[in-house]
């Protein structure tokens, strides 16, 4: 687990077609133009580098497939499929296919707290308490007793801000895939009663998010709110907090201030009858061989069956490449697209300010991972100021501002070892830029 999320923080901070071609058949109508790549400054010889590296490595089994998109001074360049969404049914990947975003639905809401901080009504460092009252007298773990998930706690001093919960400094945890066994422990026992085996945004159940969120309040903390950086349930938080601060469900929100307006017509918490066709499959690999994931602790196809009535802040979303690329692109035009301005200029700097340093010393903003001058050095690929998301399921995206440039790469997978293919890609894009 320790790798699968060293990972994914990676990842945060930062089929066959010919040489000429660098859009396959399958790309689905968006508002984007698609231009050649000398156009835009990117050589069509080095991104056959792309087609070259990702058809080696689903011949060596390194992954199955995955979906791509690059899009430069806010025009398509490439667009490719490769490989197989289901390899034992040999189901083709296609540029307009649906994917599980997970952890990337954490930027969108952060977008979504940053509209509403926009209208005056709460201040970043206002005490999470002040709205959701559960969250008062904070309490940090101190002794666990792993003969019954038992524990002692010390009262916090500090008050959890929203900008904590915007930052992953709160000093919450993050459920099943905690970095602490003992608070992953914690978190299975007290939310048993409202979701099997604890899990969040992979939920299948009818629960209501006030209880589920105002259950986790009870929860101690892994430190004092501010301290340090705790990966965490902190925007599942504010999903809720935008609900009560809009008087909308997170859904309606989404598609009514952002995903109707940039015309992101494929993102969506739960799919609809007639999309559900293009909702992929997650691969694992067993003994060598590509089969399909399942886990006895949530339905993997959440997306299609069950309620359909939870949404998550911090995860749940689906989403297309090219869906996805215009959210990005809105973030690199200062809050404006498709005729929309979405949010101010000066707020989408504030946003992609860096905020917080992670994990493994990096740091990050309001919403994305962000790569500084001195991460240059390290060769993740990008100009200081490049943005950086990715999810659960093997989807990540990174966008430059000085380049005006957005790489994106959605894959589907869970537990298949080594995967080297997405920070491959950031730096293949990169090399591609030649004027």
């Not at 050649?36 to 080095?46: D, F, N, T």
């Not at 773990?141 to 019954?148: G, I, P, T, V, Y």
């Not at 524990?151 to 709160?170: E, G, M, P, V």
């Not at 100009?383 to 093997?394: A, P, Q, R």
Request: aromatic share 12%.
């Amino acid at each position: 687990m320790r790798l699968l999320l060293y990972s994914f923080f990676l990842i945060l901070i930062f089929g066959c077609s010919s040489k000429t071609n660098q859009i396959s058949k399958s790309n689905t109508n968006s508002n984007f133009e698609i231009v050649s790549p000398e156009s835009v400054g990117i050589s069509s010889e080095r991104l056959y580098r792309i087609d070259k590296y990702f058809n080696k490595s689903i011949s060596e089994n390194i992954i199955p497939g995955a979906v791509t998109l690059i899009i430069k001074d806010g025009k398509i360049v490439y667009n490719k499929a490769f490989g197989n969404e289901n390899v034992l049914e040999e189901v083709k990947f296609q540029n307009d296919n649906i994917f599980r975003i997970a952890s990337m639905t954490k930027a969108i809401t952060s977008l979504a707290v940053m509209m509403l901080w926009e209208e005056g009504n709460f201040s970043l460092d206002d005490p999470i308490e002040k709205f959701i009252p559960e969250f008062k007298n904070h309490r940090i773990l101190k002794k666990f007793n792993k003969k019954d998930s038992t524990y002692t706690s010390i009262k916090a001093n500090k008050k959890i801000t929203i900008r904590h919960l915007l930052t992953h400094s709160s000093g919450l945890g993050y459920g099943f895939i905690d970095s602490n066994p003992e608070m992953k422990a914690i978190f299975a026992k007290k939310n048993k009663k409202f979701m099997n085996n604890g899990v969040m945004c992979f939920c299948d159940e009818d629960v209501k998010i006030e209880n589920v969120i105002k259950n986790i309040a009870k929860y101690p903390l892994h430190h004092e709110p501010g301290k340090q950086f705790t990966y965490s349930v902190g925007l599942d938080v504010l999903g809720y907090f935008i609900e009560l601060q809009s008087g909308m469900s997170l859904s309606d929100f989404f598609r009514k201030r952002i995903f109707d307006p940039l015309g992101m017509n494929d993102t969506q918490f739960y799919i609809e009858s007639d999309k559900r066709e293009r909702l992929v499959s997650v691969q694992t690999k067993k003994d060598g061989k590509w089969e399909d994931f399942s886990d006895n602790r949530f339905n993997v196809n959440y997306p299609v069956e069950g309620s359909k009535s939870l949404f998550f802040g911090g995860c749940g979303l689906t989403s297309t490449v090219t869906d996805y690329g215009k959210f990005l692109q809105m973030i690199l035009n200062k809050g404006k697209y498709n005729g929309n301005q979405i949010i101010g200029k000066k707020t989408i700097e504030t946003i992609t300010e860096g905020q917080n340093i992670n994990a493994w010393g990096s740091q990050i903003s309001l919403a994305f991972g962000l790569l500084t001058d001195k991460d240059l050095y390290k060769g993740y690929g990008g100009s200081s100021g490049t943005l950086s998301t990715g999810g659960y399921w093997n989807t990540s995206a990174f966008a430059d501002p000085v380049e005006n440039i957005i790489g994106i790469i959605y894959k589907q997978t869970y537990d298949i070892g080594n995967d080297p293919t997405s920070a491959a890609y950031r730096r293949l894009v990169f090399q591609s830029i030649i004027e």
